[in-house]
C-alpha cells in the first residue's frame, strides 16, 4: 500500500470523525432550541408572570436568562444592556438599588411595560410564523433580542444572526447585494 493511499485513507478518517462531532454538536444544539420552546411555546408568552420573564432574579429558567445563556449556543448576545429585553430586574449605572428597570417606549409603569414587552413578542411570533418582514422589521423589541427569538422559534426560517453589518458582510463575502436596509431581508437573501 503507498504512503500516498494511506495519508488519503487517515485524511477521509479525520473527516469523517470531524462531520460525526458536528452532526453531534448541531444534534446538541438543536435539543437546547427544542427545549426552550417546549418550556416557552408562543402561546405561553401572554400569561408570564414578570418574574418568570425577567433577568436578574436569580433564576436560571425565566425567559430572557434562557435566550441570552442557555441558549448562547445558538448566538451570543451578551454584552448588549439588559435593556434589549425591554424590562429586567438590576441596576443601572451609578443608580445601585436593584429594582425592575423598563425601557421607556413600552410605556411608563413595570406594569405596563411588562403587558407591552409580551404582546410585542407575541406580535413577533405570529409575524415570524408568517414571513412577515415589515412587521418584523418595525418591531419595538431590539434588534438583537429580536433575531434571537426568530432563529430560536424558528430555526429553519431564521439565522441566528443578529447584527446587519455581520449580514452585509456575508452578503459581501457571497457577491451578493440586497437593497433593503432590513435585517429581514438581508437574512432572506443570505438563506
Known amino acids: 500500500m503507498s504512503s500516498q493511499y494511506k495519508d488519503l485513507e487517515f485524511k477521509i478518517k479525520a473527516f469523517d470523525l470531524e462531520l460525526e462531532d458536528r452532526d453531534k454538536e448541531f444534534k446538541k444544539k438543536r435539543r437546547l432550541q427544542k427545549a426552550f420552546v417546549a418550556d416557552f411555546p408562543p402561546s405561553s408568552i401572554p400569561t408570564l408572570k414578570l418574574d418568570d420573564y425577567v433577568l436578574g432574579k ?47 417606549k413600552y410605556g411608563n409603569s413595570v406594569q405596563i411595560a411588562f403587558k407591552n414587552v ?34 430560536s422559534y424558528f430555526p429553519d426560517k431564521y439565522l441566528n444572526l443578529y447584527s446587519v453589518d455581520h449580514a452585509d458582510y456575508f452578503l459581501s463575502e457571497l457577491g451578493l447585494f440586497v437593497e433593503q436596509k432590513s435585517l429581514y431581508y438581508k437574512q432572506k437573501v443570505l438563506i
Open 58 to 104: 436569580g433564576s436560571k429558567n425565566s425567559f430572557c436568562y434562557r435566550v441570552e445563556t442557555g441558549l448562547i449556543e445558538l448566538g451570543n448576545m451578551k454584552g448588549a444592556t439588559s435593556f434589549k429585553f425591554g424590562i429586567y430586574f438590576g441596576k443601572k449605572g451609578e443608580d445601585v438599588v436593584k429594582k425592575y428597570r423598563f425601557s421607556k
Open 118 to 151: 409580551t404582546e410585542e413578542i407575541k406580535r413577533l411570533i405570529i409575524a415570524g410564523k408568517q414571513n412577515d418582514g415589515e412587521i418584523i422589521s418595525k418591531s419595538k423589541i431590539a434588534p438583537l433580542f429580536r433575531y434571537k427569538l426568530l432563529g
